[in-house]
């Protein structure tokens, strides 16, 4: 048989890059689904909750509409100035003109990020435990990853004392998360305030992916209530999981103009601008109350005692004092690592839960369950586990 384009080598940087991790558990999910009982995926932090029902209503007005052409790059100026307002009342952060670019998820902008500033030898300082897309689009960009640690006994903030003492010089991005995932650890502003200093100190652009501030959180931050955090910071927020839009793909990226100008060379070569209803549907969603998101978390919050009696049955130990859409366990004594853990509760309950080695080394010995699944699912997963302890 002649030789095909199947037979045609990969590019060199995706050589190392494997595919996200939930794409190959959700196959094995899907094929134990198809010979026995469905397995209860308490793993993604995929919302389940509707938004804001005028958010959906702006949606379908516009869809109404005959034409519906290319947008700008940049977004629609109604974005733009909504994105400006939610970050005054919000955050209480009065973002300058030319700051805003919103994106097609916060996701995106971790690839334009790194493709905009990453050459090959170049490093980049991953939080460990951290979402593996810091780290997976590092290597993309040719870069290479250095992780800094993130402890318990730190309440899973930087450490700063080791940053200081590892060697810089060729560091050019830090990647930080606030309120954390997967830890839940909570934003705090002297955190904000020495990631600021050290950027400043080591010319090092520190990046905060910020997508979790209103969940289970009552106190919203941002790293850019510091002085002089635009001079050295960037933040991605995203409206995926704090207006549970997440399949619409709206996110935003703040930065200082230069910093901006520089991603768009990467964004305006691989969109065409997002679809003006639902950047028209974000404005709405932007504007919506405070008493709505509490009603949503009042939801979580019952959703979250449910799994912490799960942790309990399983003899994970957890801290209760967290923000987001996932519980961080620590499995117990008698567990080798939480992934053969997991794999165990996967086959015998066929409730599938996070094992924590895919953030990183540090967590190896924890598990992480969300909070995205009904009342009932989750309690239909504490009666399976019931049943095999």
Known sequence: MSST????????????????????????????NATGEAVINLGIGNPDLPPPPSVIQTLINHAN??????????????????????????????LPENTVLPLMGSKEGIFHISQAFLNRGDQVLIPNPGYPAYSANAKIAGAESIA????????????????????????????????????????????????????LAHQILIVHDNPYSFILNDKQLSILSVDGALETAVELNSLSKSHHI?????GMLLAHPTIIQQVLKVKTN???????GIQLAAVQALSTELAWHQQQNAIYQ????????????????????????FVWAKIPADQSNAESYSEWL????????????????????YLRTSLCLPLQKIEAAIKRIKKII
């Open 346 to 365: 996967l086959q015998q309950a066929r409730v599938f839960i996070t094992p924590g080695f895919i953030f990183g080394n540090n967590g190896d010995q």
């Open 246 to 250: 997440a399949g619409w793909r709206v």
């Open 302 to 325: 019952k959703r979250k005692a449910a799994v912490f009696e799960l942790n309990d049955l399983i003899n994970c130990r957890y801290e209760r004092d967290t923000s987001g859409m």
């Open 148 to 199: 800094y640690p993130l402890q318990a006994n730190n309440h899973w903030q930087p450490d700063f004392d080791w940053l200081q003492q590892q060697d810089l010089s060729k560091v050019k991005i830090l990647w930080c998360n606030y309120p954390n995932m997967p830890t839940g650890a909570k934003a705090m502003q002297s955190t904000f305030e020495q990631l600021v200093a050290f950027g």
């Open 65 to 94: 509409e005959p034409i519906n052409g290319y947008q700008s790059y940049t977004g629609i100026v109604e974005l733009k100035a909504a994105i400006q307002q939610w970050y005054k009342n919000i955050y209480a952060i009065d």
């Open 5 to 32: 384009v199947t037979n045609l080598a990969s590019a060199n940087r995706i050589s190392d890059v494997k595919s996200y991790y939930f794409a190959r558990k959700l196959q094995q999910i899907a094929d134990m």
């Open 270 to 276: 691989i969109d065409s601008g997002s679809y003006k």
